[in-house]
């Protein structure tokens, strides 16, 4: 578990990014720090590993403040992952993933087999190995960046808006392929984005955050769309419009769901029928 633990941060140039956070983001879950550009979402990420140092409070990990650890050791054993993939660019992308395991002391074969089966557990085919990251697409380089975080088996994954340079359809894909590794890999995964949709669809906890990093919400995502704290968030998750704003039509056939533009969503099930739980009376898409 990663706790915060009244943090502040002022840059030297007096900006106070961070003030007085606290906040338990449990193991094995996957915590959303969502907001919009400038609310200090980054800059809570890079406290965790030390990239940036906190002015006052502090940050422990299972009990042990990030402040005793080695900067550089703490910063090796814990996964991140950024926008843009951050991938260097003369390596090749076998060598980009083991860069971490060669700093580390892992035999050049040895680092290189890891790497391998890395791009294996995020759908890279092997044959992209000696390629420069220049030469991939830009999902295939936010895999790679994904498979060099992991490349240490960290049990901490923090990943800073991993997929906001990439198209829409890509990004998908991405977000399905990080569900699914996830349930694989069991990591603490911490997730930096703007997108409410995207931390609603990966968030086990989603921190609703405004300037200077204050915390508005804190739940599960249906925690928040039943219970939004108030009007910024309403306004934020969007419950009065688009695909949260759902209502009944009543059809020939039976009730189904339309959003605010109208269009049908799926339909709304008996409660006495034996497949879905009441929690899931609604199926179609964009329902949580
Ligand atoms: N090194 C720095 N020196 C001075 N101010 C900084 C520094 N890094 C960040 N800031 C400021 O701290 C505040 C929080 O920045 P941060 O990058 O954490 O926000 P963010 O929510 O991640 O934004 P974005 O979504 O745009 O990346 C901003 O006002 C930013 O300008």
Redesign the pocket.
């Known amino acids: 578990m990663i706790e915060f633990r009244s943090v502040s941060k002022r ?3 007096g ?1 106070l ?2 003030e007085d956070f606290s906040l338990v983001l449990p193991s094995r879950k996957t915590t959303v720090f969502v ?10 990420l890079r406290m965790i590993n030390r990239m940036v140092e906190p002015s006052s409070g502090n940050v422990e990990i299972d009990g042990e403040s990030v402040l005793d650890k080695n900067p550089v050791a703490l910063r090796r054993s814990i996964g991140y992952v950024m926008q843009n993939s951050g991938l260097m660019p003369h390596f090749t992308v076998i060598d980009n993933v083991a860069t971490v395991l060669r700093l580390t002391g892992t035999s050049k074969k040895d680092a290189h087999e890891r790497a391998r089966s890395l791009l294996d557990t995020v759908g890279l085919d092997r044959a992209l190995a000696d390629r420069y990251p220049s030469q991939l697409s830009g999902g295939q380089q936010q895999r790679v960046g994904v498979a060099r975080g992991l490349a240490a088996d960290p049990n901490i994954l923090l990943m800073d ?1 991993p997929f906001g340079a990439v198209d829409p359809i890509v990004r998908a894909d991405l977000q399905q392929e990080l569900i699914r590794l996830q349930v694989e890999l069991d990591k603490t995964v911490v997730f ?1 984005t ?1 997108d409410i949709d995207e931390a609603f669809l990966l968030g086990d906890q989603v921190v609703i ?1 405004d300037k200077g990093a204050r915390i508005v919400q804190v739940g599960s995502p249906s925690e928040i769309i039943e219970n939004p704290a108030d009007d910024f968030v309403s306004a934020f998750i969007g419950t009065e419009r688009g695909k949260r704003a759902l209502r009944i039509k009543q059809t020939s056939r039976g009730r189904v769901v339309v959003d605010s533009e109208g269009r049908t969503q799926g339909a709304l099930l008996d409660e006495a029928a034996p497949n879905p739980s009441p929690s899931e009376s609604v199926e179609g898409p964009g329902t949580q």
């Open positions: 840059f030297p140039d900006t990014a961070v907001g919009s550009s400038g609310c200090g979402k980054t800059t809570l808006e930096v703007h955050l």
